[in-house]
């Protein structure tokens, strides 16, 4: 069950950019691997949802992977912990795991920066 | 008492096991670890926990029938196959026939931000579809600890790895998992606490810059096992263990007795020969031929087609035949004739145990008659230790009803040096070879020192290394000692001279008493002869007389007759 939430297209609304925020023209494409309708599981997409949106809008891309459903993608992408997201794109692949109930440190390990941050 | 009483005892009660396919291992556990049930593997690094693991998976999917999985991580799978390699192992075919799976679970603490609370549910669905995808009975994790670099929560981690081990068990699979040794406790983290049912220590000691591998078995719940430190083995032919606590004496005997290959020494042995399955030392001083009577019983043997093992700890195998050519012991068509095997090792190659651990599977495969250790002395370290080898390899041959021969190099002097001592009571014959220096000479001397249960020859004999193999001859025992060499040649040709001399003697005095009778005897000769003459003359005198009677009687009747006395 792999869904796509989210994709709508928006061009970055900066004239200039500099070196540091060209991770963050691309797209983000974002997997996130759960195991059955867990509260936990359910707790990470939810928000997952809320975040992208409030940052990211229009910019992301989110496949959600049940691992019972798949295992055999497990080992392909080292999954250990679970809820684990992935940052596909942009460049370097970064992981974070847990519910994600920690905004801050979600936005750390996406690299999303602060002066990015749009109001939404 | 209740006399309604079942049994105890009750088979089907007793702990399943599952073999692990080590050697020994599955010996000193009464079956192999518990089945179904996860057993931890503790040990520093370096000291073969994954090979363990990899060997257990191994020997379960070649010789058991039951598949297994190989979760690192550690190791890449590549990695692991090919280190693997040198010891025999075709991981790589095992995984294509889909027999063994790896899984490397790699974790990288610096790609990986933690959000809110997690588990590790990802790690059993890749377990439980490994498992399924082959119907795994055996897994092995190697080292789960290494999740505790990856992830910060210790909380969590702590309790998902209890959880992980309760659905090991819940999952049926005999799992091992092995954990890196920490201070003061079994691992690091200290996850025995959550493997509770069979713990097994491995150990790398370093003592006089010599290695052994040990192994303990700490706890096995619900199974006796044994509880010494077992030496262990790595080598190209896998992981051996050597469980040496079998030292009962209750080791079947026999009658039967096999020549030395020396035959001056089987009439000395007084019933032809070593017993079968008995223990000989061979002690003596450098140079006495110690190894040359080793070989000599090794040449013996092969002629009667019996499979000889030799451990040679000084010399090298074509050193050996090429010495062994020089008396007349020719060793090399046994060898090929693959009646007889070297094992030659330089004694400081490992320690004690692990080369007992090492004798004892090269005996197990090649299952000779007899066994020669050329020497024992070359075992250097604290007597305990090496009489405790000892004791062990002794044990082992008797227990098999192999012939051990031993030789040792004995320390100068008439007195027994501690390593002596120590061992001759677990001999059952002690040949001892002695030097006699004298005369500017060394000559080789040989007693019998014991021989349990034979009515040997208390006598010392001398004997050569000749062109031929070895000879005894008598040595000479006399009022001046016991004499060797020329000097025994010199005494006998002496006594030789001696006697001479003491034969003429009588000669002489047999002649002198016939002369003297003779010269009596011509004595007694001439005085009879006079006494002949004498008497001869006297007759002739009396005769005289005699007639001149009659002549004067008759002149008296005549003169009578003459003055009228005529008619």
Known sequence: MNNRLGDNEISPDKETMDANDFADTGDYNLRLYVAGQTPKSLAAIANLKHICETYLAGRYTIEVVDLLVTPTLAAGDQIVALPTLVRRLPPPLKRVIGNLADTERLLVGLDIRPKDFKSP | ?567
């Open chain 2, 1 to 567: 008492m209740n006399q309604q009483m079942t049994p105890t005892h009750d088979e089907s009660i007793a702990l399943a096991k599952t073999l692990t396919g080590i050697r020994g291992l599955d010996d000193l556990t009464l079956g192999g670890l518990p089945a179904g049930r996860p057993t931890l593997l503790c040990g520093a690094a370096g000291c073969g926990k994954t090979l363990f693991g990899v060997t257990f998976l191994v020997n379960g999917a070649t010789d058991y029938g039951e598949n297994g999985v190989f979760m690192s991580f550690e190791e890449r799978a590549v990695d692991l196959e090919q280190n693997v390699v040198s010891l025999g192992y075709g991981l790589a075919d095992l995984v294509a026939a889909k027999k063994i799976v790896i899984d490397h679970v790699h974790v990288e603490r610096a790609e990986i931000e933690e959000s809110g609370d997690y588990d590790l549910e990802g790690l059993f669905v890749r377990l439980n579809h490994a498992i399924d995808s082959i119907g795994a009975k055996r897994v092995v994790l190697d080292t789960v600890e290494a999740l505790f670099a990856g992830f910060t929560d210790k909380g969590i981690l702590r309790a998902e790895l209890r959880r992980l081990f309760a659905w090991l068990k819940d999952k049926g699979v005999t799992a091992i998992i092995t954990g890196e040794r920490g201070d003061g406790q079994l691992t690091r983290y200290g996850i025995e606490e959550y493997v509770s049912d069979c713990v097994i220590l491995l150990d790398n000691r370093v003592e006089e810059q010599i290695t052994t591998r040990r192994l303990r078995v700490v706890k096995y719940r619900g199974s006796a096992h044994g509880t010494n430190e077992y030496p262990f083995l790595i080598d190209d032919r896998g992981i051996s263990v050597m469980p040496i606590t079998s030292a009962g004496l209750g080791h079947k005997i026999s009658l039967e007795s096999i020549s030395t290959g020396v035959s001056g020494l089987d009439a000395m042995l007084g019933r032809g020969g070593y017993f079968r399955g008995s223990s000989v030392l061979i002690s003596g001083l450098a140079g006495t031929g110690k190894s040359t009577f080793g070989a000599a019983f090794i040449n013996a043997a092969c002629r009667r087609g019996e499979r000889c093992l030799l451990f040679a700890f000084e010399e090298s195998q074509d050193q050996i035949v090429r010495n062994m050519d020089s008396v007349g012991i020719h060793l090399k068509p046994h060898i090929d004739a693959g009646l007889l095997r070297f094992e030659a090792a330089r004694p400081s190659l490992f320690g004690f145990e692990m080369h007992l651990a090492r004798m004892n599977r090269d005996i197990e495969d090649f299952e000779p008659k007899v066994v020669v250790v050329d020497p024992i002395s070359a075992f250097r370290g604290p007597s305990l230790e090496i009489h405790a080898t000892l004791v062990r390899l002794a044990d082992i041959c008797k227990t098999r009803g192999i012939t051990a021969l031993f030789t040792s190099l004995s320390s100068t002097g008439e007195l027994m040096d501690e390593n002596e001592r120590s061992v001759s009571s677990l001999m059952d014959t002690w040949i001892s070879l002695k030097d006699h220096e004298a005369n500017g000479e060394r000559n080789r001397l040989l007693y019998l020192l014991k021989s349990r249960g034979m009515n040997h020859s208390k006598q010392l004999r001398e004997y050569h290394l000749t062109d031929d193999g070895i000879e005894l001859v008598d040595a000479y025992i006399g009022a001046e000692g016991v004499l060797t060499g020329t000097a025994r040649l010199a005494q006998e040709a002496r006594e030789r001279d001696a006697d001479k001399v003491r034969i003429q003697g009588i000669e002489r005095r047999r002649r002198e008493m016939a002369r003297k009778r003779a010269s009596v005897e011509r004595e007694i000769a001439d005085l009879r002869a006079e006494l002949d003459i004498e008497e001869a003359e006297m007759k002739m005198l009396i005769e005289q007389e005699e007639a001149q009677e009659v002549v004067y009687a008759d002149d008296r009747s005549r003169m009578a007759t003459r003055r009228g006395m005529a008619p």
